[in-house]
């Protein structure tokens, strides 16, 4: 049963590969009136939407900014339910995701005791709070191959409640 498993995963990944076209690209143009003209754009690489904003960039993609939100904590607990299932704020205590109890300021990847994924580890990232909130919003397109399956948090100010009550638990 286990070998038939393992034929038909292999049979399954055979045909999505073949539906992709082999990887053949279109060939070069060859009018050469003009640069412009000849030139065909170049194609937008297939990891391109997995490509991460540099470690210090905090640009969200819905174009708000922590600036322009006050945060409280008290919302922010209750924000924080949707991360319960993952997370505490308690130090040294990690569930399927790392504590996050002194998050704010801290290096990604350096929780002890937590196996983070390549992907989080080698980020670069300081969770400062304009980062967090970037983070927050999307956290895979921040962090492509992060192993968190967290859809995010589309509305900006529960991303701002959520920053200050992680904020109160920094100094634990």
């Not at 300021?105 to 304009?130: D, F, H, K, L, M």
Request: negative net charge.
């Amino acid at each position: 049963m286990i070998r038939f498993g393992r034929n038909l995963g292999l049979v399954a990944a055979t045909a999505l590969l073949a539906s992709c076209g082999g990887g053949e690209t279109e060939p070069a143009a060859t009018d050469t009136t003009t640069t412009a003209e000849a030139t065909p754009e170049p194609a937008a690489p297939a990891s391109a939407a997995a490509e991460a904003p540099a470690a210090d960039n905090t640009e969200t993609t819905d174009g708000t900014q922590l600036a322009n939100f006050t945060g409280t904590a008290e919302a922010g607990e209750k924000v924080f339910i949707k991360c319960q299932t993952c997370h505490v704020v308690e130090p040294g205590v990690n569930r399927i995701g790392p504590s996050l109890a002194g998050i704010v300021g801290r290096e990604a990847g350096t929780v002890p005791e937590y196996q983070y994924s390549p992907a989080n580890a080698n980020s670069g990232i300081t969770w400062t709070r304009e980062k967090l909130f970037q983070y927050l919003e999307n956290p895979q397109r921040i962090v492509p191959g992060t192993k968190m399956a967290f859809a995010g948090l589309p509305n900006a100010q529960d991303r701002a409640d959520i920053i200050a009550f992680l904020e109160s638990h920094s100094s634990q």
